[in-house]
């Protein structure tokens, strides 16, 4: 037993030693995120307009069907979503709407910082999602 | 023995700068000790430990303590008030008034006047230590009853147990230093030390108890942790599974008394194993200094187990107190006894 005890103090002391904290002192300083890291959304910006299509595919394959979507057609013809928006309160930050867009318009970013004050403010609407 | 009215004014006055130097000192190590042993154990579980308020969170007792006086002080309706409040004080002033007979350093002389640097020697000074950290479990007994509540009553009485079953051990372990000091005077002890080595072969170590007892000194260490509560031994307030114990109902500025006097008596308990088996004041540096490196030395170790071992179960408690350490320590009162008489 009293090997044992012994052990476990030269363990601790040995922790002791400086050089071994992993604290981050977060605010201060932030760790780089992996680059596949699933943050916030983006919705990905092409010339003049996003460049999602209203397809569908990804509030269909949502499996927390947090995405609305309502398309509609500009005055050329093309199909853009006119209502885009991701209840981030429900998102499960899964990935599959970025691998079920056909045209790669939705992308997540390294954003974690996500906290709000209100409900309304987890709510990201199209103009939210282009910045 | 002479009235204090009897004594001259410098001694009066030398008497009161004691004992304001000492309660001051004991306070500072106490506030202190929190800030190192949360920046110990933090660096042992490989992290920081406070590090905004000031310079590596030096400052962070004091921001602690105002925080603590301005929580709300809540006292449940159906408790015993007077005892309610009584209690965390019961706890804490035996803690303080036991440093009294512990000595600093040697005698010293200012202006052909000898002041020890003891606020005072009694001539039974460990007994009066081991009946003063007694009443400490009135302190609990009565914090646990007052509350009203069948969480702390039951937590006050588990306590109390506890303590008791260790101080009975580790008076028993420091029975044998006195049976080689011959004296229960704390000074005397200290004096007793300072002797030659009794065996001529190792007459290059110093006459301190360690040598001579390392059983007492191993029972009395870790008996003194288990009656003070330190981890592995602090089932009184064991947070996890207890929420804890007797001071479940305590907030604010009382819930900090207990933790006072949870880390005063670490001061205690280290200054007495100090003066007992490490000679004391005696050392190569000057008096108080080598008095000073061996509670800081105990208050480390006490901190670093904390950092290692798990909490013991009550029954692993109850039977290393009564089954192990008791009846070793009388085994060793035997032992010493024998040597005594006739070597």
Redesign the interface.
Known sequence: MLKEFIKGLSITFKHLLPGHSTTVQYPKQRLQTAERFRGLHRLVPAHDREKCVACYLCPTVCPAKCITVESAENAKGEKYPRVYKIDLLRCIFCGYCVEACPVEAIEMTGTYELANFKRDDFTFTKERLLK | MLSLSDQPLWFLVAMLVKILVVFVVVLLIVAYTTWVERK?I???????GP?ETGWHGLLQPIADGLKLFFKEDIIPSEASKVSFILAPMMILVPAFITVAVIPFGPDIVVGGYVIPMQITDLNVGMLYILAMAGLGVYGIVLAGWASNSKYSLLGGLRSSAQMVSYELAAGMAIVAVFMLSETLSLKGIVAAQMQEFPIAALSFLPNWYIFSQPLAFCLFVICGMAEINRTPFDLPEAETELVSGFCTEYSSMKYALFFMAEYANMVVIAAIAATLFLGGWDGPFPGVINILIKIFGFMFFFI??R???PRVRYDQLMYMGWKIFLPLALANIVITGAVVVFW
Request: glycine fraction near 8%; charged fraction near 5%.
């Open positions: 110990v933090g660096h042992m579980q490989t992290r920081l590090m670093w187990v950092a290692t071992v």
